[in-house]
């Protein structure tokens, strides 16, 4: 017997509890399933069913390229990816909470620096014509400063909890970090997350399967006399794995390669408009 669903929201549960019934099962790409490309058709859920069901009997007739099948992690593996998860999640809340003190005291014409003693200062602010924040402002700010320092805490114990499993731990996976550790520019938040959604589990055939996971393959279009390309496509992952992320760790081993010097390094030109920086790779 053979069966299929869509990856979404269940997830990889229901593909585990069909094999261990016996169920050949697969987990597909929902991007990968043609549809008809008229802008206004119809969709029920009986067409969906019987759409895949013509496609999974295409499938497994040997047109294997119909769709693309999604490689399911294990428990375990897919467990060693919520702490990284956890921590990409904590900080776009903790970025959320920051830009949104920043917008509530704009709205009054304030600017103000979010900093450890932010509580404190808030009692000296005043408004353009010298009157101290209203009252209800006032108690909105305190709460999302709470909120903000709620998830500096989490965010933190997660860190010291990745940096205690890194020194301790005997995991494959974990090992695997460690040696990424030892290249130049490479530090534990890059290290952790390409280990953990890359090469802990997945199976790589080609540097370009590499490169489409991570958003890093072009996406040509020609037709006639038309040629353009389109650019890189957004990352299969969640999480942010990036191509961003990856030319910023590539800036930063160039910067620290051995055959450019300490002072060339320093003064490289950055992002910010020429300053130089400095990186610690070993930075949780």
Request: hydrophobic share 35%; aromatic share 6%.
């Amino acid at each position: 017997m053979v069966s299929c669903y869509e990856a979404g929201r269940d997830a990889f549960w229901l593909h585990r509890y069909l094999l261990s019934t016996g169920v050949e099962n697969a987990v597909v790409d929902s991007s990968s399933i043609e549809v008809n490309r008229r802008y206004r058709r119809a969709k029920t859920d009986q067409l969906d069913l019987a759409k895949l069901l013509t496609m999974l009997i295409r499938y497994h007739v040997g047109e294997k390229k119909v769709w693309r099948v999604v490689r399911a992690p294990s428990l375990e593996e897919e467990d060693n990816r919520q702490l990284h998860r956890e921590l990409e999640t904590l900080k776009a809340e903790h970025t959320q909470h920051i830009n949104r003190l920043k917008g509530l005291l704009a709205g009054q014409g304030v600017r103000m620096e979010i900093r450890d003693d932010f509580l404190p200062r808030l009692e000296s602010l005043r408004l353009w014509d010298g009157s101290a924040l209203p009252p209800g402002l006032l108690g909105r700010l305190e709460r999302e400063h709470q909120r903000l320092q709620f998830a500096n805490a989490q965010i933190k114990q997660l860190e010291r909890e990745r940096v205690e499993v890194l020194r301790h731990s005997q995991r494959t996976d974990v090992a695997q970090v460690r040696q990424l550790l030892h290249l130049n520019g490479i530090g534990i938040n890059s290290a952790w997350l390409y280990v953990m959604e890359f090469f802990a589990w997945r199976r790589f055939r080609n540097r370009r399967q590499v490169g489409a996971l991570s958003g890093l393959t072009p996406t040509p279009r020609q037709s006639g006399d038309e040629s353009r390309e389109l650019g890189t496509l957004a990352p299969a992952l969640q999480v942010q794995v990036s191509a961003s992320r990856v030319i910023v760790m590539c800036g930063r081993w160039r910067s620290r390669s051995p055959a450019v010097s300490h002072r060339r390094a320093a003064g490289s030109r950055g992002t910010n408009g020429g300053a130089g920086y400095a990186i610690n790779p070993r930075a949780p």
